[in-house]
Every structure is written in C-alpha cells, then in structure tokens.
C-alpha cells in the first residue's frame, strides 16, 4: 500500500529501470466517460505490486493531483511499456486527468490474438487458464444485487489486495503471452492490427457522436403505435389476448391452439418459439408467425434503441460514446456496446429512421465511407475465382454477372428477380448458407435452390474447393487463418453433434473472408489516422465504425478535402505489404447532415 507520496517515486525508478509497468486503474463505474478514478495499482515484478488510493470515501487516500502529476511522465514516456488488462478503458480514464498514455500492450488483445474462438479474454479466465490461480472477483468486493456497494466506499486494505492482484497478474500473463506470441509466428498480427487500434478506438470514443433526443421520442411514438396495430392483428388471429413477450403463452396459441405447426420444443422441453421457427412457418404461408417477427423487432427497436438511446447520452458531453470491442468475436470484427450501434436494421425504414437521430453539430457534416462489396472481393481473392476477378477489375455489376451465370443467360437479359436471387446466393455462400437457408430467403423451393447452389457451384468451382479445402484444413487443425495471417479458432468442428459440427463447418467458411475484410477495415482506420496526423489542419474526426463503414464528421468547408483524403487512403489499403491483392477495393463515400440519408 502506497501511503505517502514520496513512496511512488522508488515505483517510477524501478520502472523506467525495468523498461515496463503493469497498471491497473479503480474506478467509480464501467462507463470510462462517466467514471471517477479512485485507485492506481501497479506491477514491476512479479509478485511485486502496490496500491495508490486516491478516491476512496475513509481516511487514508493521496492527493489526487499530486499522484496524477507524480505518473504523468511515466505514463507518458515512449521508453517504458505501460501494460494492460484491456488498457483502452484505463487510457480514457486517465487521459480525462491531462494523461496521454503510450507505449501500450494489452494482455486481453495478446490473449485474442493467440486464442480467438477457444475461450474469453477476461483476466479471471485468463488467471485460471495460464496461471491456474482464481482471482478474487470484482462482486468479491463490492457485492451484488442490493447490497452492492460503489468501488470508492470499498475499505481501502480490502481495495488494496483485489487491485494490486489485478496488476501483478497483468504482468504475469504479458510475460507468457509475449513469448507465446512470438512462438506462434503471431505477433505480427498483435503488432499491426491490435495496438495502434487501442488510441484510435479510445478517440473515437472520447469524441462521441451527436443524438437528436426529440426525433427519438417521435420515433418512440411511432413504434408503440405500430406495436399496438400489430398487437390488434395477432390477437384477432389468436382470437385472445396473452403475453406476446412469453415463450410458453405463444407456444400454447402456436401449437395447441392454432396447430398451425406439430409440437416443437427446446432441449429443456418448452415450446419451440425462436425466430427460426417462426421464420420457418411464415415460410409456409403461415400469417400469425410473420407478424410475432414483426412485432418482435419493433419492440426490440423501440425498446434497445428509440427509448434508451436518450439514456445513453453524456451529460457534459451531450452526446452518445459507445464502447468499441476488440476481442469480443471470433474473427476480429468490433463490436459495440452501451450503446450497441452494430445491429440497427439496415434494409428496414425503422432501422433507417433510428439512423436519422445520429447527426452532425452545426456547422459541421457527416460523411459515410463504405467498402463496397468487400467480402465478395475477398472470397474472389482467397478463392482465386478467375470469373469474379476479371468482373471487379472491370467494374462489372458482379450480382449480374452471377445471374447470368446461373441462370444461363446473356448478361444483358438479366432480370431484377434474376439479380435478386443472384444476391442472395452471393452473399449465402459467404456464409455457407445450405439449400433449405437459400431457399426461405428467395422464396423458391428446395428443390430449386439445390438447383441454384449447384449451377453456381459448378460456374465457380473454385469457391467449392476453397470451402472443402478450409473445413478439411480447420478439421485437422482447430483454426483458420484469413489472408493476413490471423487465426480463428472453432473447437466444435470434429464435435459429434451434426448441429454443432455443422454450424462451426459455415463459421469456418465464412472467418476468413470477414475477418480478412476486419483486419482491412483495421488497416484504413490506421492509415486513415496516420494521414490526418500529419496535415497541419485537420478537423475531421472518426466518430463510428461499422461493420464495413466508417463515419466521419468534419467542418462543411473542410468536405471536398477530406472525402479526397478518405478515398485514396482507404482505396490504397489494396497496396499493403502484408499481402497483394488481386481485386481492387472500392470506396463508397455519402455526405449529410445525419447518418440515416448517408444511405
């Protein structure tokens, strides 16, 4: 326990002696915006760690601008190694304090890196997978339910053993993993896609993007007044009232009542009611499932979006800061969370309408920058389908091109139904999609879907060898790589469950194309940054990424510049030393005044 200042100076020395320091920073709250820094733990040794309180409600706590001017040029020296537990949260957290924290490394990205798919990368699981140590948890010390306390009213000796345990295990597990990382042949892909993305990520979030509250309480209106329609229609069918939310109240109308459907339950023997059994019976014709769908997403929107995404609002800030994940899937896409902007419907008006309360401040404007057609690209790449290659280098509609493969026919004569069916096996087959999958989706029968899968199968061979090839490869090894090098781990794929087998076989297929397409997006966000670093006059801020877009905010004089800039940086990505590409990539750009219209 640090109890006096002058005991942090002889913690500093041995530091930059040692070149390295684990840290580990307490707070008031899970929101890095929001919280209050209550503690500082570090680690130069292992088996050596210290404690320094400075936001705790008893007696016995430093001053807290004397510790902060004590560490910041520590934390901020380029020569010593600042070491993390999901560091990104412990940079936002001290930067609001006048640190800038570098030289970064983070144990939960080093974990990801090596273990993508085996198992999670929080450090209790960590701790008992490397180290076979548990250690004490978070609601060990503050409680749960009711008698959960606030971290700055934990006892200080108490707060002191959980959060140096914290730092010292932190260094433990940098110090497996960073030779682990090198053994594996992987710590280029740490090096080059994971650490630069920690600060950017950290701005990003920092920066915020703006919500218009009044627009959202509209949209709120507008969904309980669709909700309460589509409640009328399915309780006219039902020819009663019940708990649509209640998987057993909706099975009892599905099965005994309606028997539109013979009786389907779950493994612990309930009513089979999820949205693929539903969207199996809307299928066959059947009215009643399509509108509990229906309902099921207005509801979802309403309530995850329209009504709370006003809570999610900073109050100094005034606006919404969601939390970019790094290790949270198997393929290393991000992902989103409090808020999560990753799942707004992107097809539906409901979903474009939720997107039009995402607008720029004044004066200033949105621009959307979006890969177009990236994962086809790379399954062109990977799979070196000569067809699809020659289509992209000349700019040809590839949907199309398709079509006219499959269906036989002169480009020219392709129809939109043709283009549509076309689509849908395009993007399917990104995701191993099976025959019955195709055939709910274009609305044909099984038969014909086979039919289409095996005309595409047979234009495109080379798609089908590249699918066995990677299920064999992941058969034999537990992982798949994409075309950078990354690994993808799915421990299911010899398991004797056909379901299990079968689902972990298409997540195989389909890893290396997304995450060769994340580790691109990866790639343009650090270019991206490195050239906006380097004008002397740059006002334009990465506010969002999704999926395969970005979303840019930037002074309106400034847009002509910039959207050049955008471009040519995340267009160049093709020309990478990591690997050459074989098909170009296309950058899709929209301006407006808010991200609904930029669609």
């Known amino acids: 326990m640090i109890t006096h200042e002058n005991q942090i100076d002889s913690w500093i020395e041995e530091a930059e002696q040692s070149g390295e320091v684990a840290i580990d920073t307490e707070t008031t709250s899970l929101d890095a915006h929001q919280a209050n820094l209550v503690g500082i733990s570090l680690s130069t040794k292992i088996g050596k760690a210290c404690y320094i309180p400075i936001g705790h409600k008893s007696k016995g706590c430093l001053k807290k601008e004397i510790v902060i001017k004590k560490l910041k040029p520590l934390f ?15 940079f936002i957290v001290l930067y609001k304090h006048g640190i800038a924290m570098s030289s970064m490394e983070d144990t939960m990205l080093m974990s990801y890196v090596l273990d993508a798919g085996k198992n999670r990368h929080n450090m209790d699981m960590l701790s008992q997978i490397h180290l076979g140590h548990k250690t004490i948890s978070f609601k060990e010390i503050v409680g749960t339910g009711k008698k959960e306390i606030n971290f700055s009213d934990v006892e200080i ?45 950290a701005f990003m979030e920092i920066e915020g993007i703006k919500i218009d509250n009044k627009s959202l309480k509209v949209l709120s209106e507008k969904f309980e007044k669709k909700i309460k329609k589509l409640e009328k229609e399915i309780f006219k069918i039902s020819k009663k009232e019940f708990n649509i939310a209640s998987p057993k109240q909706l099975g009892e109308v599905i099965y005994n009542e309606l028997k539109i459907a013979g009786i389907k339950k779950t493994r612990k023997g309930s009513f089979a009611t999820s949205a693929n059994v539903l969207e199996d019976l809307a299928f066959k014709g059947h009215k009643f499932p399509q509108l509990i769908l229906d309902w099921r997403q207005v509801s979802k929107l309403k309530n995850t979006y ?6 999610h609002i900073n109050p100094n800030t005034k606006r919404v800061h969601t939390s970019f994940l790094l290790a949270a899937t198997t393929t290393g896409r991000l992902a989103s969370s409090d808020p999560n902007l990753q799942n707004i419907p992107i097809k539906s008006e409901d979903g474009k309408d939720i997107r039009k309360a995402f607008i720029a401040e004044k004066g200033n404007i949105l621009i959307s920058a979006d890969y177009n057609q990236i994962e086809m690209r790379i399954l062109a790449d990977l799979a070196d389908v000569k067809e699809l290659k020659k289509a992209f280098k000349n700019d040809e509609d590839i949907h199309s091109l398709t079509a006219s493969q499959v269906f036989n026919v002169d480009i020219k004569k392709v129809d939109q139904d043709m283009r549509r069916k076309a689509k849908a096996i395009n993007f399917g087959i990104i995701y191993g999609i099976s025959q019955y999958g195709l055939a709910k989706q274009i609305n044909v029968s099984n038969h014909e879907a086979e039919e289409f899968l095996n005309a595409y199968f047979f234009k495109f061979p080379e798609i089908k060898i590249y699918m066995d090839k990677t299920i064999k490869f992941c058969r034999k090894t537990g992982y798949v790589n994409n075309i950078f090098g990354r690994r993808s781990h799915f421990t299911g794929i010899n398991d004797k469950n056909f379901n299990i087998r079968n689902f972990q076989e298409r997540a195989a297929i389909n890893a290396p194309i997304q995450g060769s397409a994340s580790e691109i997006m990866r790639l343009a966000m650090i270019r991206l940054d490195k050239k906006l670093k380097s004008l002397i006059k740059n006002e334009l801020k990465i506010l969002l990424q999704i999926h395969d877009e970005l979303i840019f905010e930037v002074p309106e004089k400034e847009v002509k510049n910039m959207t050049k800039i955008i471009k040519e940086e995340m267009s160049s990505v093709t020309s990478s030393d990591l690997h050459s590409f074989s098909t170009p990539l296309t950058v899709d750009l929209n301006i407006g005044n808010n991200w609904g219209i930029l669609h």
């Open 157 to 201: 000796n108490k707060a002191m053993h959980y959060a140096a345990e914290d730092a010292d295990i932190t260094y433990r597990l940098y110090k497996i993993f960073s030779k682990n990382l090198k053994l594996e042949k992987l710590l280029n892909i740490y090096e080059i896609f994971e650490k630069p993305l920690i600060k950017i990520l």
């Open 76 to 90: 901020e020296d380029k020569s010593v190694k600042k070491i993390g537990q999901n560091i990104k949260f412990d």
């Open 306 to 311: 329209s009504d709370s995404l006003p809570e």
